[in-house]
C-alpha cells in the first residue's frame, strides 16, 4: 500500500501556508539532558531554516528544571501563584537559550512577555522565540491564546510522545498511535487525565478548549524527531497526530 502522509495541506507547501504557523516546545524536548546542548542547537538550526518559509512564533516551556523547583518551591510551602511564577522564570530562561543558539540571526532582544507582544515583534521578524505569560495556565495554553492572536494556520506540539494514543503507551501494549483524532475527543481525554498525579497530557485542557473554538488544526509530534518535526511544521501529519 503506498504511504499516504496525514498533511492538512497537498502539496505541502502551498502558498497559505505563509499564514505564520505556532510552534510550542516543550522544556524538556528543548534540554533533554543536563550534560549537552545539543538539542538546542539542533532544533535552533530547523527553527532557522523553516522560518525561511514561514512566519513562526515558538513558545517554549520549563521543562524538568522548573518542574525540580517548583517541587522545591512547595516544599517550602509557597503559593501556587508563587510556583507558577517559579515556573514561568524557567520558560524564559529557556526561551533565552533558544535565542542564544540563534544569535547570527537577527532575532528581537528580548523575550517577549506577552502574545500581543510577540505578536507585534513578529511584524518585523520571521522568527519570535517567547515563554510563559501569567500565572494560572501552561504554555500549551500560551500557544493556543498566541496562535488565535496571530491569525494562526496551525499549532504544532513537538513533545516527548509521537502523538495521541488510544490508551497510556507506557501501561497497555496494545495502545496505538492514532493519526487524527477530533478536538472533542481529545477534550474527553485530556480531561480525564487531569487532576490524577503525574499525568502526562499530549495537550493541556485549557489549551484544547481554546484551540477546538479557534478551529486551528493542531499536530502533536515527538520534538526529539527532527523530520517529524519539520514536516509538521510544514503540515505533514504523517509521523505524529493531527487534531482537528
Ligand atoms: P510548562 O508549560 O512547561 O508546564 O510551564 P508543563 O506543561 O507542566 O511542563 P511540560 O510541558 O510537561 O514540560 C511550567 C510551569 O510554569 C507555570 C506553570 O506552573 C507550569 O506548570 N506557567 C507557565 C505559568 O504559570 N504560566 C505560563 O504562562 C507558563
Redesign the pocket.
Known amino acids: 500500500m503506498p504511504h499516504t502522509p496525514t498533511t492538512l495541506f497537498y502539496p505541502p507547501l502551498l502558498p497559505s501556508l505563509m499564514q505564520p504557523v505556532v510552534v510550542s516546545i516543550?522544556?524538556?524536548i528543548l534540554v533533554p539532558k543536563a550534560s549537552d546542548v545539543d538539542s538546542v542547537i539542533d532544533i535552533a538550526a530547523l527553527l532557522d531554516d523553516m522560518s525561511e518559509k514561514r512566519k513562526l512564533y515558538v513558545?517554549?516551556?520549563?521543562?524538568?528544571y522548573?518542574?525540580t523547583y517548583?517541587g522545591f518551591g512547595r516544599n517550602l510551602g509557597a503559593e501556587?501563584?508563587h510556583?507558577?511564577?517559579?515556573?514561568?522564570e524557567?520558560?524564559r530562561l529557556n526561551a533565552d537559550l533558544l535565542r542564544l543558539a540563534l544569535a547570527d540571526r537577527n532575532l528581537p532582544e528580548r523575550i517577549p512577555k506577552t502574545v500581543k507582544g510577540a505578536h507585534a515583534l513578529g511584524k518585523n521578524h520571521d522568527l519570535v522565540v517567547m515563554?510563559?505569560?501569567?500565572?494560572?495556565?501552561?504554555?500549551?495554553?500560551?500557544s493556543a491564546l498566541l496562535a488565535r492572536e496571530v491569525g494562526a494556520e496551525l499549532l504544532v506540539n513537538a513533545?516527548?510522545v509521537d502523538g495521541v494514543y488510544t490508551a497510556d503507551p507506557y501501561k497497555d501494549p496494545k495502545a496505538r498511535r492514532m493519526e487524527h483524532i477530533s478536538y472533542a475527543k481529545l477534550l474527553k481525554l485530556v480531561k480525564d487525565a487531569e487532576g490524577k498525579a503525574g499525568a502526562?497530557v499530549p495537550f493541556?485542557p485549557k489549551g484544547t478548549r481554546l484551540m477546538a473554538e479557534l478551529k486551528i488544526p493542531l499536530i502533536i509530534v515527538d520534538g526529539t524527531d527532527l523530520d517529524a518535526l519539520q514536516q509538521a511544521i510544514e503540515g505533514d501529519a504523517s509521523s505524529g497526530t493531527l487534531v482537528n
Open positions: 516543550g522544556g524538556s513558545v517554549v516551556g520549563g521543562g524538568r522548573a518542574r517548583i501556587e501563584r510556583l507558577d511564577r517559579v515556573g514561568i524557567f520558560t515563554g510563559g505569560t501569567v500565572p494560572g495556565h501552561t504554555t500549551d495554553h500560551v513533545t516527548s502526562h493541556d
